[in-house]
């Protein structure tokens, strides 16, 4: 290792601190490769002036900040922050440089006092995500089994507080006992989403029990027909598009001046692998579920303005009851399975359909702030089927 001719060795030097650094300013410390360092409490500042100029001829290591311990780094420039404190006391061999490279800078794990947290190089919390959505408060409607249980249980596990909601009070009470028994923040309420009286009950619900409302995950969706999509009737056409289309519109606009209220919100549709690859005999369920990738598009930049983001979810076949028409005839099983680029063995998942959790955790990180710059977007969740560009 080779350094400049104005080189300084502070052998003697047992205990020291980097302490006072300008925010952004830059530095580098080489240290002999053989060696790990750690940094101390006691205030020997490392001064910033050693050398005028700051000429090094070639170094080949410096220092990065580990949870306050200096590790050895090959040719990594570190920027300090207010304060630098370390966990452990002593260090005999240092070589310091003046070096002013206000570019080149990388920020490893350090420990910011001011804002009181500790941080990682891409600017997310260290903390688990058990605390992400703390404080936050969704509504996840048709949320008592399936996909909609799974989302709830996704969310309420991060810290909010979710309001379940489904047409029999049984239903409701189960699901309530079983995020209690988690223990998730959660109420429970009654509510068909086709009726206009139910949805404005559940959202007045929610902000007088909640205080307000952050989060929608628009789950509530009906199937009542099968078979081909020329037998379809007028009615089959209104049913569906009433609960899977029309309410999900219906549920957002009342929710989005309680979001308002708070700063900003998140809202997601679920939506089917079906709105992009219609699957047979399900054709008026897969064109709105089609629509909802189009509200989706619609609503994001309109609601962008109120710090609202309106991202959908596109699930594959999943083992809810929901859907076991699907993945309990064999022959529509087997030709789904034949598009997976996900396989799986019976012991790791059923039949290698996906798993309603599957589907909450991707839920649950689009309500996140690790999904701050996401909106207008769905996310397929299929296991690889009808993979697209």
């Keep these: 290792m080779q350094y400049s001719r104005k080189e300084r060795q502070l ?5 020291f601190q980097l302490r006072e650094f ?3 300013e830059v530095f580098l410390v080489c240290l002999p490769p053989e060696k790990d360092y750690v940094i101390g409490y006691d205030p020997l500042a490392v001064k910033r002036n050693i050398f005028e100029d700051g000429e090094t001829e070639d170094y080949s290591s410096a220092f990065s ?42 920020r490893s794990l350090l420990t910011n006092p001011v804002a009181g947290q500790t941080r990682n190089m891409s600017g997310g919390s260290l903390a688990g995500s058990q605390s992400s959505l703390a404080g936050k408060v969704a509504i996840v409607t048709a949320s008592t089994d399936g996909i909609g249980l799974a989302a709830a249980q996704a969310l309420g596990q991060r810290g909010a507080h979710v309001v379940v909601s489904s047409r029999s009070q049984s239903n409701v009470d189960k699901a309530v006992a079983l995020l209690q028994s988690e223990k998730i923040q959660v109420t429970g309420t009654t509510c068909n989403v086709g009726k206009s009286e139910d949805r404005e009950r559940l959202v007045n619900m929610t902000v007088e ?16 027909f099968f078979g081909n999509i020329m037998d379809s009737t ?57 629509a909802l990738l ?20 596109a699930p594959g076949i999943i083992k809810t009851r929901f859907s076991q028409a699907l993945w309990h005839d064999e022959d529509v099983l087997d030709e789904f399975k034949k598009q997976l680029s996900i396989k799986r063995l019976p012991s790791t998942s059923f039949l290698g359909v996906g798993e309603p959790e599957e589907i909450g955790g991707v839920i649950a990180f689009l309500c996140s702030k690790d999904a701050s710059y996401i909106t207008g ?9 009808s993979c697209r560009l």
């Design 22 to 24: 300008v925010a952004n």
């Design 294 to 313: 189009g509200l989706t598009r619609a609503l994001a930049p309109e609601l962008a303005q109120s710090h609202i983001r309106v991202n959908c979810v």
């Design 377 to 385: 977007e769905t996310i397929t969740v299929t296991g690889g089927m």
């Design 11 to 15: 052998s003697s030097v047992p205990l």
């Design 209 to 224: 029990h909640c205080g307000g409302i952050d989060i929608l995950v628009s789950n509530a969706a009906v199937n009542p």
């Design 234 to 290: 007028a009615a089959v056409w209104d049913k569906i598009l009433d609960v899977n289309v029309k309410a999900a519109f219906l549920m957002t606009q009342l929710v989005v001046p309680h979001m308002e209220k708070r700063g900003g919100g998140s809202v997601v549709f679920v939506s089917s692998v079906a709105g992009y690859q219609p699957m047979q005999a399900l054709g008026p369920y897969s064109v709105s579920k089609t």
């Design 65 to 106: 900040i580990s949870l306050g311990r200096l590790v050895l780094s090959h040719t990594q420039i570190v920027q300090s922050g207010p304060f630098l404190y370390g966990k452990e006391r002593y260090c005999n061999q240092l070589i310091t440089f003046n070096v002013m490279l206000r570019c080149f800078v990388s």
